[in-house]
């Protein structure tokens, strides 16, 4: 796909992820309106946007990576589905055009790692010039049950197969920080002299926080595909990385 941009929205942005479906809607609404203003310079974009607290709290309480429980995996992906519906809400009201796609639907994980997405329908919808949603979520698994799909897998996954050109990540910190600055670019050499300062969540958060999310850009980048990490609860930085600024934490290959 030509100029493939794909962006995840962290739940730590759009959502208060301490307290249960707490949705940050003005967040929403910003972002939105930066996507909208980005969009103008005909990107094609895929969207990701993590659960936040409408996903980690119910997993976490429904213990969904380590037990099934079919209940807590209809519950955990419908608050999900809600946060997904509310994110696409705010999308279309500035006249973006955006439809939801739900990986439990189109997913299949072997021990918590993606085997399959079905991307024909998030090809045909960029092709309309249409912007699919996806967001973390309870995937089916070969090994049996359930497991939980974080949103940064999503992003590897999607930006490897479909060959993305732009790949950001925004969160609730302006990067990797070290002693209280921002890395300015991870490669796997530098990783491991950094990897103790790398921790999960100060939130609530089943899929390893900054620790997972590095992993999985990591893998990204020895596959030749960078990616940066920046702060989007912070004003006009989606639209400025829809921009192709450079900024954040870049992790690349070397
Ligand atoms: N070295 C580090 N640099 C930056 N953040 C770190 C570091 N170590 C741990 N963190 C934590 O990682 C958090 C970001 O990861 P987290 O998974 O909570 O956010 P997210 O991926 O944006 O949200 P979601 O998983 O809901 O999509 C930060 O808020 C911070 O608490
Ligand atoms: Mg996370």
Avoid: W
């Amino acid at each position: 796909m030509d100029n493939l941009t794909i962006l995840k929205i962290g739940g730590s942005v759009i959502t208060d992820k301490n307290k249960e479906e707490t949705a940050r809607r003005s967040q929403m609404q910003r972002i939105s309106k930066e996507i909208a203003k980005a969009k103008s310079q005909k990107i094609n974009l895929i969207l990701i946007h993590g659960a936040g607290s409408f996903g980690h709290i119910q997993a976490k309480k429904f213990d969904l990576n380590n037990s099934f429980d079919p209940k807590g995996v209809l519950l955990t992906h419908n608050a999900v589905k809600d946060l997904n519906g509310i994110f696409l809400d705010f999308l279309s009201k500035e006249d973006l055009s955006v439809a939801p796609i739900h990986p439990m639907s189109c997913t299949v994980l072997k021990g918590g790692i993606i085997t399959s997405i079905f991307i024909e329908q998030i090809k045909l919808m960029l092709k309309s010039d249409i912007i699919p949603v996806l967001h973390g979520d309870v995937v089916f698994d070969l090994e049996g049950g359930v497991r939980i799909l974080s949103g940064d897998q999503i992003v590897t996954y999607l930006a490897e197969g479909m060959k993305a050109k732009s790949v950001g990540l925004g969160s609730n910190v302006d990067g990797i920080m070290v002693e209280g600055k921002v890395v300015e670019k991870i490669t796997p050499n530098v990783f491991e002299d950094i990897k103790h300062h790398l921790g999960g969540s100060e939130n609530i958060d089943v899929t390893g926080g900054m620790s997972g999310k590095v992993n999985e850009l990591l893998k990204l980048a020895k596959g030749g595909i960078s990616s940066c990490i920046f702060n989007a609860s912070v004003n006009n930085e989606v639209e400025r990385f829809l921009s192709g600024a450079r900024m954040g934490t870049l992790v690349c290959g070397g």
